[in-house]
């Protein structure tokens, strides 16, 4: 009768956590597996036993027990049932990726789409109905998605048309995907004339598109289910439409609020004047007030971007610029002398401030 000391053999230390008895059961279970060691009868027994040892040692119950009585045989206390049930507890995820590795799943979903939408600056604020055309990854109409031309699919011979094949080692069981049908159970023979086998066919689709008022540049939009076919009934990929707003010559956007330069002559600025600008809405009014400064802004409230999120618009700025003549007749220099020679001061306030500063800076 061979005495088996769990602790040992997964190489740790009698009062080793639960943490150390998990990690140090993976590094061995994965180093002895044997898919790792084919035709290694050692390495296959060696990982029988670091099984055992886990399923004692991970179990509070069945820990406390073994420790009360120390080394024990390997046909001794533990009944068969200590080792039924529990299987997927002990591996979890650790040898997925080794049994999965290079296998595509069933239910495969289908690859996500992007397609570049180009929309007018007055589309970008008024919203936009429009219909794309993409290509896209779609079964094959022919053949249905099989990939085989009528009579030409036969039962797989490795699987037996299960799709999967079962490896038993000892008490481990394990199900692993059929490689040569890829889970279908059906191997084609003869190959569809039309997808040549690949089971789908790329395909122009029409896509409705509904583009939503005050969208900026930048923004993405997403159609669910409008990209590539899934594959074995998985489900299909998402379309990620991507807005780019073209410039507007006149108008500049920062968020929802919109601005707008609007040059003014310098009499318009020293009188006042009502001036037609332009809006999101068509044209306006704005009422200039007599000295008016080049650079003065004036807000109209709700005349901006709507808002994405929640109601309301944005504002829409108007920034003067007071334009000087650059070329003035024999009359109007005159008048302008008069003009000069009449001024005040303080009618120039900003003037005035700044050749004060400028004579303090010399004094």
Do not use: W
Not at 247 to 252: A, D, I, Q, S, Y
Not at 298 to 308: C, N, S, Y
């Amino acid at each position: 009768m061979i005495e088996i000391d769990y602790y040992e053999i997964l190489e740790i230390h009698k009062s080793a956590s639960n943490d150390d008895i998990k990690r140090s059961y993976k590094r061995l279970a994965f180093e002895y597996h044997p898919d790792r060691n084919p035709g290694n009868s050692n390495a296959e027994e060696k990982f029988k036993v670091i099984s055992e040892a886990y399923q004692i040692l991970s179990d509070p119950d069945k820990r406390a027990r073994y420790d009360s009585f120390g080394h024990i045989s390997s046909e001794g206390m533990f009944s068969d049932q200590d080792f039924e049930g529990g299987f997927s507890d002990i591996f979890g995820n650790l040898f997925e990726e080794v049994f999965n590795a290079g296998q595509r799943p069933r239910d495969e979903r289908g690859s996500d789409l992007r397609y570049s939408l180009e929309l007018s600056f007055e589309e970008s604020l008024e919203g936009a109905d429009r219909e794309i055309k993409i290509p896209r990854r779609v079964l094959c109409t022919l053949c249905e998605g099989s990939g085989a031309a009528e009579g030409g699919e036969t039962v797989c011979h490795t699987c037996g048309g299960r799709g999967e094949l079962r490896y038993t080692q000892g008490f481990i069981s394990i199900k692993r995907q059929c490689s040569t049908c890829r889970g279908n159970g059906k191997r084609i023979t003869k190959a569809c004339g039309f997808c040549s086998g690949n089971k789908f066919i790329i395909s122009e689709h029409t896509v409705r598109v509904k583009v939503p008022p005050g969208i900026t540049d930048g923004a993405r939009l997403r159609v669910k289910g409008e990209g590539d076919n899934g594959f074995e009934g998985g489900p299909d990929g998402d379309l990620y439409i991507e807005i780019q707003v073209q410039e507007h010559p006149l108008f500049k956007r920062e968020g929802h609020d919109l601005y707008l330069n609007v040059p003014i002559g310098f009499v318009q600025a020293a009188l006042g004047d009502e001036v037609q600008i332009l809006t999101p809405k068509g044209q306006s009014t704005i009422k200039i007030p007599p000295g008016t400064q080049s650079g003065q802004n004036f807000r109209l409230k709700g005349k901006g971007a709507p808002k994405l999120e929640g109601r309301g618009t944005g504002d829409l700025y108007i920034r003067v610029e007071v334009q000087v003549p650059v070329k003035l007749s024999k009359k109007q220099k005159l008048i302008l002398e008069e003009f000069a020679k009449a001024s005040e001061e303080k009618n120039q306030p900003v003037v005035k401030r700044f050749l004060d500063k400028l004579q303090s800076l010399f004094n």
